[in-house]
């Protein structure tokens, strides 16, 4: 199963490969590269709350908690009641 962020759904998708060698010949493929997402182990606090979550969450994720709020973000996403 492939791995989704809780808070932004984001996933894994796949692209396609591309050969620097000979970047001038047209339709150039190498094959089928997937591309990951930049996901970070995070141990967040909610004040709120006076807990810790630890969750991994990608990157886009972290900067939404510190624009938004642990506790606002969390609930949106339906990781706490």
Same mark, same amino acid.
């Given at each position: 199963?492939?791995?989704?962020?809780p808070i932004t %759904? @984001?996933?894994?998708?796949?692209?396609?490969? &591309? #050969?620097?060698? %000979?970047?001038? *010949?047209? /339709?150039?493929? !190498?094959?089928? +590269?997937? %591309?990951? +997402?930049? /996901?970070?182990?995070?141990?967040? &606090? +909610?004040?709120?709350?006076? @807990?810790? /979550? +630890?969750?991994?969450? #990608? !990157?886009?994720?972290?900067?939404?908690?510190?624009?938004?709020?642990? &506790?606002? *973000?969390l609930k949106k996403?339906?990781?706490?009641?």
């Open positions: 199963m492939a791995r989704i962020c %759904k @984001k996933t894994s998708i796949m692209g396609n490969g &591309y #050969s620097n060698e %000979k970047r001038a *010949t047209m /339709f150039n493929h !190498t094959g089928k +590269v997937r %591309k990951e +997402v930049n /996901f970070q182990k995070k141990r967040i &606090y +909610v004040p709120e709350l006076k @807990k810790t /979550f +630890v969750l991994t969450i #990608s !990157t886009k994720a972290i900067k939404t908690i510190q624009k938004n709020g642990a &506790y606002a *973000t996403a339906g990781i706490i009641k």
